[in-house]
């Protein structure tokens, strides 16, 4: 494998403070810009969605879908499709040659690898490269493993050696790793589902190897809403359940609480001599950036009473 | 918001990233060097802050940190997503250093003047561009006087040390400097202080100067 020597650009804290300082207004999630005198405050202060901490009320979808997508819908032509058509022909190369199918429920995305036994991850509503090649490493990593390279077979499954940034080195051990990755983000498994073959491309596979044959359970009312190109009212929704519910307003309640705590921090010594200069007033003044026209954001906004 | 000031280019010259082999891992993530890591001893963002302030009121902040501005300058950890961030590098403009929508619109400036922008930071003093080169410079001619003066401000060891300095040897003001210094600089980890790190961490002496980024 020859490394190519990647240029650098990183810096991502600063780049994310960026985007929500200049752009806030393209975001909906509920943001703190002003102190108690009404002057603004450093963009640090102004909403924890992005801030890696352990007791972050934003959960990793919601980071992905409050955030990168508005984010990443700015900076492309059109709004970036919830699966990509690469992410698609991947798993759906050909009809002779589909690997897996996904699911586009109301708030979030699960992909299944035919003959995977692991449950799926709950990805979020946009599917980005790096997630999706995660969860394409994983779950055919193990389906290749429990059903053919395992057994002491010729691995049968054609996995991509790279996909995004990704290099899947060593087949053994390569989806673990993409298991713990995305495990380390807090992301919530769907329910599980197996045998999943509904085209019995693993099932034929294991018969020409002298192996059992690998017999799908139908669920009809959920597979009949497989690889939709959008979601529709009435197709796939997962209920939640009270327990989620009461997660989901505490998380809520956290989130106001966490702009509550900005309050806290001081100002600093020698600097803001000007904060008066950039009082509300000035603020509204347009900068040359792009999507100012919209009010949206502003209705959002908790000013501080 | 006041519009970002016409660019003005950084005294910063990019530091080539080392070569890592990967064919050894089992997954091999290609954005290792974009990734910022998740500094597991690190302080919390606010508490870091609450904690200077307070030692700058009560008289303890004997080397001026409160006061230099840094702390200012020290952002919050955030949670990774690459591909936003090769997004930003496809769409930049070097000659506006900005990063631009499809349709040339700026979406937002890279540059000292925008950074001190969004974090409110203001000052009629006159700021001294930081140049990467210049303190690698400086960091590789250390004096015997200002290991010595390391050693004495911010290593708890019985025996001197010599840079770089392995985290686990620095005192508690020594590690908290050092996390703020660290990723202004780009570093992705603070498990060993090069010297770069140490020549900053010396720019704090008793006669508490006040240094500015």
């Known amino acids: 494998m020859n490394m190519p020597r990647e240029k650098m650009f990183r810096y991502t804290s600063y780049i994310y403070h960026l985007i929500l300082y200049y752009q806030h207004e393209k975001f909906s ?10 002057q603004l405050r450093s963009v640090v202060y102004w909403s924890p969605v992005f801030h890696s901490r352990p007791d972050t009320p934003y959960t ?46 109301q708030n979030h995305t699960v992909i299944r690898i035919y003959g995977c036994e692991l449950a799926p991850y709950k990805l979020p509503r ?3 490269m790096r997630l999706f090649a995660l969860e394409y490493f994983r779950q055919f990593g193990n389906a290749d493993v429990l059903h053919f390279s395992g057994k002491g077979k010729k691995a049968q499954l054609k996995v991509r050696n790279q996909l995004g940034h990704f290099i899947y080195n060593k087949r053994e051990e390569g989806w673990q790793e993409a298991d713990r ?14 045998p999943y073959d509904p085209n019995h491309f693993i099932s034929l596979r294991r018969v020409r190897y ?48 966490d702009l509550e705590l900005c309050t806290q921090v001081y100002s600093f010594p020698g600097t803001q001599v000007q904060a008066a200069a950039s009082s509300s007033k000035t603020n509204q003044q347009t900068i040359q950036t792009t999507g100012q026209t919209s009010s949206k954001g502003k209705e959002k906004e908790m000013e501080e009473q | 918001m006041d519009p970002p000031v016409a660019p003005i280019a950084l005294n910063v010259t990019p530091l080539n990233a080392p070569q890592r082999e990967l064919e050894w891992k089992p997954l091999a993530d290609l954005d290792y060097q974009i990734t910022e890591e998740n500094w597991m ?20 902040d004997i080397l001026g940190i409160w006061e230099s501005s840094l702390p ?25 250093r900005a990063v631009l929508d499809p349709s040339g619109s700026v979406v937002f400036y890279v540059t000292p003047e925008a950074i001190r922008e969004m974090l409110q930071f203001k000052t009629k003093k006159k700021l ?19 290991v010595t003066k390391l050693n004495q401000l911010y290593i708890s060891s019985d025996t001197m040390r010599y840079p770089p300095i392995h985290n686990v040897y620095l005192n508690q003001l020594g590690r908290d400097l050092a996390d703020m210094i660290s990723p202004i600089l780009g570093y992705n980890s603070v498990e060993f202080v090069d010297e770069t790190v140490i020549w900053l961490m010396l720019m704090f002496s008793l006669d508490k100067k006040t240094y500015l980024l």
């Open chain 1, 29 to 38: 999630f509920p943001m703190r810009r002003m102190d108690a005198q009404g």
């Open chain 1, 60 to 105: 990793y979808c919601e980071f992905i879908d409050l955030f990168i997508y508005p984010a990443m819908s700015m900076l492309m032509t059109s709004p970036p499709p919830r699966l990509t058509e690469e992410m698609q022909r991947i798993l759906h190369l050909s009809k002779a040659y589909s690997i897996g199918d996904w699911y586009l429920y």
């Open chain 1, 126 to 128: 946009y599917v980005p």
């Open chain 1, 181 to 194: 990755m995305l495990e380390s983000l807090g992301l919530e498994t769907s329910f599980l589902w197996t």
């Open chain 1, 210 to 257: 002298r192996l059992s044959s690998y017999n799908h359970l139908r669920i009809p009312h959920i597979e009949q809403y497989a690889n939709l190109s959008e979601w529709q009212e009435g197709t796939l929704e997962e209920p939640i359940t009270q327990e989620e519910l009461a997660l989901k307003q505490k998380r809520d309640l956290l989130k106001i609480a």
């Open chain 2, 41 to 60: 001893f690190s302080k919390h963002h606010i508490h870091l802050l609450n904690e200077l302030k307070s030692k700058y009121e009560n008289g303890t």
């Open chain 2, 72 to 96: 200012i300058f020290k952002l919050p950890q955030v949670r990774q997503f690459h591909d936003l961030i090769h997004l930003c590098a496809i769409c930049y403009d070097a000659t506006q």
């Open chain 2, 128 to 146: 001294v561009p930081l140049s990467l080169i210049d303190l690698i410079q400086k960091g590789a001619k250390l004096t015997d006087a200002q």
